[in-house]
């Protein structure tokens, strides 16, 4: 079983910054690519970032330039820094990983989700 735990979610204004978090743990042998999704309620989950384990990043167009994603692979974790947020940006971020787990088995977790409220 692998658990997915993110943090650093919380209000912050417009124009500001914020970095997300997310630690893998469990029965995990490796974790290929890991990402960041976010869902603004009444909407469709949409793709923010994701980041390989070798380091290759891909954003959503509507991020890129403000949005760097990384990941220490020692610690199985990932980053989401967040530049210049806009109101419309307030969502409920998830975090994602293509972990192989010691089973060999490949399935992709999700966490719980973190909110980032941007205020006007």
């Known amino acids: 079983q692998v658990q997915l735990v993110e943090s650093g979610g919380g209000l912050v204004q417009a124009g500001g910054s914020l970095r997300l978090s997310c630690a893998a743990s469990g029965s995990i042998l490796s974790i290929n690519t890991m990402g960041w999704d976010r869902q603004v309620p009444g909407k469709q989950r949409e793709l923010v970032a994701t980041?390989?384990?070798?380091?290759?990043?891909n954003y959503a167009d509507s991020v890129k330039g403000r949005c760097t994603a990384s990941r220490d692979n020692a610690k199985n974790t990932v980053y989401l820094e967040m530049n210049s947020l806009k109101p419309e940006e307030t969502a409920v971020y998830y975090c994602?990983?293509?972990?192989?787990?010691?089973?060999?088995?490949?399935?992709?977790?999700w966490g719980q989700g973190a909110q980032v409220t941007v205020s006007s």
């Open positions: 994602n990983a293509d972990v192989v787990s010691i089973s060999r088995a490949l399935r992709t977790s």
């Open positions: 980041v390989t384990s070798g380091g290759k990043t």
